[in-house]
């Protein structure tokens, strides 16, 4: 939540002229005015605006545009009724092939300057389905009494409050396009005010949906959502507490979620908390992306670093000698494991550990592996490089969704490690959201 903070002085209400000259890391367009930084959403470099501010800091100010004066070619009429309020889109004013190349353009600046690495060579980006491809989500939920009606979605942008949207053109339709009727749905049971979240998991041929409860549903309330579940396709969970609380309904069955690799006859079986990539399409995508630049084979020993439930590391078994997969949430691990046993694979072992840590005495930290795939949270992955000095991998492909993590961990391995940057590119997992997603590979020179 954005820190509470007393305005000493009002904001300015007159609204001010600038050409936008760059583009923030998050997407909004930047403009100086008398030396001050001004970061203003939904504008693009090149176009003549009038903002008004929203916010005065002492280093930078933000602003919003209340006149576009010139209009960028790369600008597009947004296709959401409520971008602009809701918070889960930030790049909807821009063509789809402009995101990915301004994508692609930030990932190339934050190898440069953060760290100071060049890149000698772009990979063509991933590209996949613009909308309606977002399949896992928690949704916040939100009785407003004075309206008597349930919010379903997601927060304002820059704001701690469930905006007022009706449907998600990002969110896979199965729900994307059923957030009223869940609401009003909501709105009919006694507990109303006492779910907060819903946590949305939608596999290849099962859409979860697990409902954050504070107070358990009546016997009624389970009738409502049972009815709903069924008429909508939807298997509706409870949550009482943590991820592993989750139950279904009384007398439903539990739906297991999966989604499959055809092309390597995988399939990953998963919970509805747990990890999986949200863009299925870009996801093959990748794996596939991932096994060519690895030109794997059968001597290959390689390790498979914050591996979730396996989502790389089955499908590089299958051309591999061995693959050890290292995850720190152990009912991951657990999943991995049961995933391996599901698809018959059996050159893959999985293992718990912090990767934050010292994992030294870790029997498999002591093995070595001539190839590395790494994938970590927004967090990067600083703390695990420096074993990579033990594991002498001559190959590495890391895959990041954050390009400044990456970028800082590029700096270690190319100006501490010995490794050269060989490639690097973008991949559109989250089309019409700020948020980059990229892959980097490295060869090892020392
Ligand atoms: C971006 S996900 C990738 C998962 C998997 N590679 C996939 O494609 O589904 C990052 C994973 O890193 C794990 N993780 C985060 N911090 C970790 C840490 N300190 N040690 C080990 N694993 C961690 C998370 O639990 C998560 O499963």
Redesign the pocket.
Known sequence: MPKKRTRKKPLPETPVKVTIESLAHDGRGVAHVEGKVIFIDEALPGEEVEFIYTDIRKDYAEGKVVNLLSRSEDRVDAQCAHYGLCGGCSFQHVEATAQIRIKQELLVDQFKRIGKVDVPELLPPLIGPHWGYRRKARMGVKYVAKKNRVLVGFRERRHPYLAEIDSCVVMHPIVGSQLTALGDMISELTIRDKIPQIEVAIGEDQCVLSFRVLEPPTDADQELMRAFGHQHNMSLCLQSKGPDTIVPLDGEPEIIPSYALPDLGIEFKFRPAM???VNYEINRQMITRVIDLLALNADDNVLDL????G??TLPMAKFAGTVVG????QP?VNHAKENALHNNINNAEFYA????KDISDHPWAQRKYNKILL???R?GASDVLHYFKKWQPDLVVYVS?NPSTLARDTGIMVNELGYQLIKAGVMDMFPQTGHVESMAVFKRTK
């Open positions: 990890f999986t990539q914050f591996c979730g439930l989502n790389f290292i995850e720190g949430d991951l550990a912090d990767l934050s994938d970590p949270s967090a969704c």
